[in-house]
């Protein structure tokens, strides 16, 4: 069974094709607009889950991992199975926003729900799209395809420079003493200058 079955992938050539915004940071939430041109979705994550630590820790990982195939991704809300999927959520209280990655050589497919199924979801991580470990009424796969937000195929390269674009936002936006008092967690500068580094 293939779960995206009839579910077309948008592949992105420019890093313009998809933005991260953070609108705002407030009192342990970070409001996030995301989207293409054609389709935004805003969404406001809870400090339980890092949204802007877990985007860009994904971004090194990718990196890191498009050279060498034997690094481990970074512990916290990423996970990571047998099949190369990897993918983390971001609290909403209530509900949650769920990030699936799975690299393709180069590439990565992006794949992002709102309030879907969480245990289909980690089958989706240990077994990938088709298999036969699925076995499942036909309204759980409705289910799973009215939660999809987005569907993209893109260039890593193409996603660390999204990532660095909405860093460069934020930056004119707070100082990093501003961005202490607002999400009660230190600007994740060391991962940031990381980033940059290898994304050169």
């Known amino acids: 069974m293939n779960l995206l079955a009839g579910v077309s992938f948008l592949t992105l ?7 991260i915004n953070v609108e705002w940071i407030g009192s342990g939430w970070m409001r996030l607009d995301i989207g293409t041109p054609d389709n935004r979705y805003f969404y406001t994550a809870s400090y339980i889950t890092s949204a802007l630590t877990d985007l860009i820790e994904n971004a090194i990982f990718l990196l890191e991992h498009q050279k060498d195939k034997t690094i481990k991704p970074y512990q916290g809300s990423i996970r990571i199975a ?3 999927c990897y993918m983390m959520h971001h609290e909403l209280e209530p509900g949650f926003i769920t990030w699936h990655f799975q690299p393709n050589g180069d590439n990565i497919d992006l794949l992002i729900w709102e309030d879907t199924d969480w245990d289909l ?21 409705t289910e799973l395809h009215k939660g999809l937000l987005f569907i993209l195929c893109m260039p ?3 996603f660390a420079s999204i990532i ?4 460069n936002e934020l930056e004119q936006m707070y100082t990093p003493e501003e961005y202490m008092n607002r999400w009660y967690s230190a600007y994740p500068q060391d991962l940031v200058d990381r980033l940059r580094t290898l994304a050169k």
């Open 121 to 141: 979801l980690k089958n989706i991580t240990q077994y990938g799209y088709s298999h036969e470990h699925y076995e499942l009424e036909p309204e759980k796969i």
């Open 82 to 84: 047998g099949r190369g």
């Open 164 to 167: 660095l674009e909405t860093l």
């Open 13 to 19: 050539e420019r890093k313009e094709d998809f933005t």
């Open 156 to 158: 890593i390269r193409i």
